[in-house]
């Protein structure tokens, strides 16, 4: 049953089930990142660098910030699908949500790898 609803046939379902898994995915990671915190307890700069230092957590991170802005863009698009009618309107905002997003996703890789 769950493998005909992910089919061509219902489009939307697989949409739906990326976003509440990168909800989920969300979720035990913001759990891990507080986890981690209360753990290290960072009292300054240095603190926080070493939280963010290990190479498995950079890319836990990233994976994280990937999940969120595919939510986030995941639901900006269903809100711009339901409540802008007009096509033209409507594409040059999508067009702007994705170039929001790739900007965020450039600024996150440079804030977690470009750091020393």
């Known amino acids: 049953m769950l493998f005909e609803l992910l089919t061509a046939k219902y489009p939307g379902m697989r949409l739906w089930l990326t976003q509440r898994l990168c909800a989920l995915s969300m979720a035990l ?4 990142f507080w986890l981690r915190v209360w753990w290290l307890a960072p009292a300054d ?23 969120m802005l595919m939510h986030a863009w995941l639901g900006v698009r269903d809100v711009l699908r339901d409540y802008v009618a007009n096509l033209r309107c409507r594409s040059v ?3 702007l949500v994705n170039l929001a997003v790739a900007g965020n996703a450039l600024a996150i890789l440079w804030i977690l790898f470009g750091m020393k």
């Open 93 to 95: 905002l999508q067009w």
């Open 29 to 32: 990671g913001l759990l891990l």
């Open 45 to 67: 700069h240095a603190g926080w660098v070493a939280v963010f230092s290990p190479w498995w957590w950079r890319l836990l991170s990233v994976w994280f910030f990937i999940c």
